[in-house]
């Protein structure tokens, strides 16, 4: 186990919500990155946060955002739902201060768009 | 572009075997290769990563090799194991940049 946690485990919603995800990084973890894992596919980077500001972004719309808390937590949050939403949203952790930068990820969060 | 991609996407072996799994690269300014292990229902979990001043690295049971004149990584699995059942991904980054960028990954079935 890697000590990142993600909540909700498993989401249902129907198309134009909104959704929020949530992850808690490992101890001693700084930087918190997000990434969509469509079925059959690798994860694709959507954004990353480092002190509390995103720290990148991958090819994603805007009404895909992301927030960091002081305790280096992250929310992802989604609106305007669309069917091709539906995947596994990953979050890694890792620790930007030092040479290592290996991404540790948590056990994701099953988002199902009807 | 940046892309990672992989030769198999299925790779079936007997317990005992040895397995290599194999994964091209076409980004030559990654610096930072990172394999991962997904098993059904879970995130990804790290195995083993090598930087590209390195051409080998050793884990327990596992051996990352990368061939950057012709980018190029494999990862060797000794004596393979039921538990090692699952979808494996590279993945390559630039250190110091943001992403990882993963290919769509090989699934290592361990027959008994």
């Known amino acids: 186990e890697t000590g990142v946690t993600q909540s909700p485990t498993h989401l249902i919603k129907t198309r134009g919500q909104q959704v929020t995800l949530r992850c808690s990084s490992q101890?001693?973890?700084?930087?918190v990155s997000w990434y969509q894992q469509a079925l059959g596919q690798g994860p694709q980077f959507i954004f990353q946060y480092y002190r509390e500001e995103e720290n990148g972004r991958g090819n994603f719309p805007p009404r895909f955002s992301g927030l960091q808390f002081p305790n280096y937590s992250s929310e992802l949050n989604v609106n305007a739902l669309e069917l091709d939403d539906s995947a596994l949203y990953l979050c890694?952790?890792?620790?930007?201060?030092?040479?290592?930068?290996?991404?540790?990820f948590g056990p994701g969060t099953r988002l199902l768009v009807l | 572009g940046e892309s990672v991609g992989l030769h198999l996407p299925t790779l079936s072996v007997q317990e005992g075997d040895n397995s290599i799994i194999n994964c091209a690269y076409s980004?030559?300014?990654?610096?930072?290769f990172i394999w991962y292990k997904q098993e059904s229902g879970k995130g990804p979990q790290f195995i083993i990563d090598i930087r590209s001043n390195m051409d080998k690295r050793q884990g327990q049971r596992v051996t990352v090799l990368l061939n950057k004149t012709v980018k190029h990584l494999s990862l060797q699995i000794a004596a393979t194991q039921p538990g090692d059942s699952a979808v494996y991904f590279c993945?390559?980054?630039?250190?110091?940049?943001?992403?990882?960028?993963f290919g769509t990954g090989t699934r290592l079935l361990v027959s008994p």
């Open positions: 890694a952790s890792s620790d930007s201060r030092g040479v290592e930068e290996t991404q540790y």
């Open positions: 980004n030559s300014a990654s610096d930072y």
């Open positions: 993945a390559e980054n630039i250190l110091g940049f943001q992403k990882l960028v």
């Open positions: 101890s001693g973890h700084n930087t």
